[in-house]
């Protein structure tokens, strides 16, 4: 699900954006955090102008712009991951989501890199969310889309470009 807070692009292929996906709070997947209803797979993303970073990662700026309060005393029971919007295509690397919140992390490989199988689920969502501005995507909606995912990423096998 896309968040209603989230921007779009005028412009998809010049589109720069942060996004972050969360999954679970304290042990829950539905679940509020400062009066903000999540459920798993909850995407906000933020054009990257409209972020002010103040000294932080974007990614945490993101965060504290959305929900009101800083992630870090969160992270302990928060499974979130992050990824950015370079000019249309999606890129999955954050020190601050994606590493892991400790050393029995089950939802997480320790690097800045999201879990592939992550990654192609949310590719098409925000593909969908920028082409049809539909902010849910279903799983069973997915097999149906993975060809205009291709289309729009070359770097597929198989992608024309």
């Keep these: 699900h896309v968040s209603c807070k989230s921007d779009h692009p005028s412009k998809p292929n010049k589109w720069n954006a942060i996004g972050i996906v969360l999954f679970e709070y304290g042990g829950k997947g539905d679940f509020y955090i400062n009066g ?75 690097t800045r890199v999201m879990n592939p199988l992550i990654q192609h689920y949310i590719e098409i969502t925000v593909n969908n969310w920028i082409k049809n501005r539909k902010q849910n995507t279903f799983i069973k909606d997915v097999n149906e889309m993975k060809d205009d995912v291709m289309c729009l990423h070359p770097e597929y096998e198989g992608g024309d470009e």
Excluded at 64 to 83: Q, R, Y
Excluded at 84 to 103: P, R
């Design 36 to 110: 903000i209803h999540c459920k798993p797979g909850y995407i906000v993303i933020k054009t990257d102008k409209n972020i002010s970073t103040g000294g932080t990662t974007y990614h945490a700026a993101l965060f504290k712009k959305i929900f009101g309060k800083s992630h870090n005393n969160l992270t302990k029971t928060l499974v979130a991951g992050g990824f950015a919007v370079q000019e249309g295509k999606c890129v999955f690397n954050s020190g601050t989501f994606n590493c892991g919140n400790s050393n029995d992390d089950k939802y997480h490989f320790g």
